[in-house]
């Protein structure tokens, strides 16, 4: 059995593949090919936003935002402890400073609550209300934004972060990494903050067949300012730099891969909800099992299905003797991290998201997975438990 099985996804498409790939070897405009503008207008379309500008990998799609929101040296950017490294890192290549804030027990997205608490220390100079990077309260730092993360598929409350950034004056980037095609409150993920980021990377819900990224914005201004950036801060030509920018261009070929998986993308979103309701069905029942959770008026996409239990290594290890994949995502927050230690956080100072790093683990998930083959999954947990 496979974790993602993406074997079973290009069986379907993959007289699309072939026809698109042969189409860009035809023409020979690998680089910033019109498979990228194609594939740019159909995935603003699909968000319901004006501009998608692709780019090479969700981390550069990160980095871009926040060198498009003039974040630099001396400024500070809130961002959650419980995610993949890549958010805490484009803020620190930056030259910022990333602050970190709990995540929410249910959702386990980042709180608003503790947004706000760390908000108010960080404008108080007080690391005794709420856990700061070491020597914060005596710097001349600068909070200059937020950057939600929308984790394992799932939105985060974006009208409560919203609030908070404009009571506080501070720019929101919505980190959807994992949710593009999830919805928010009747508006599709990267609809719900000033600039939106997504990946593509092979495993995510739409991957591509090698790094690839976007980022969304109905900002006129920043759309003009992201494309500058992405190709070495570009101007009226290549030989003419505007600013400082990156090599981020997304390369004609995954645009090409990723038209074809976009065409069956709506289908396969639906066979990923049949998967996560299934799991759920058997598995919220069973004692010492938490199922995630979806709060009314949003939808999942499922990039992972990801449970919480305090007997996870043995149920690992049973699954993991009848040959089941599992996953854990994340093992230790990024504030515990040897990467950020120089922050001087310690155990204890983002509890939930410790605690979810103790219990969590992922089971196989993809729009494959047979109803036999998750009822074998749910019957050997409900064995070790």
Known sequence: MQFIDLEAQQRRIRGTIDKRIQKVLDHGQYIMGPEVRELEAKLADYAGVKHCIGCSSGTDALLMALMAMSVGPGDAVITSPFTFIATAEAIRLTGATPIFADIDPETLNISPSEIEKAIKAVTEKKSSAYPLPKGFHGSAMVLKGIIAVDLFGLPADYDAINAIAEKYDLFVIADAAQSFGAEYKGQKACASASISCTSFFPAKPLGAYGDAGAVFTDDDELSKKLCSIRVHGQGVDKYNNDRIGLNARLDTLQAAILLSKLDIFPDEIEKRQRVANRYTERLSR????????VPHGYTCVWAQYSVQSDRKQLIQ????????????????????????????????????????????????????????????ICGIIKEAL
């Open 286 to 293: 069973l004692p010492n099992m938490k199922c995630p959770e």
């Open 317 to 376: 290890s049973r699954l993991a003797e009848n040959g089941i994949p599992t996953a854990v995502y994340y093992q230790t927050p990024l504030h515990l991290q040897q990467a950020f230690c120089f922050l001087g956080f310690s155990p204890g100072d983002m509890p939930v998201s410790e605690a979810a790093s103790n219990n969590i683990f992922s089971l196989p998930m993809h729009p494959y997975l047979e109803d036999e083959q998750i009822d074998l």
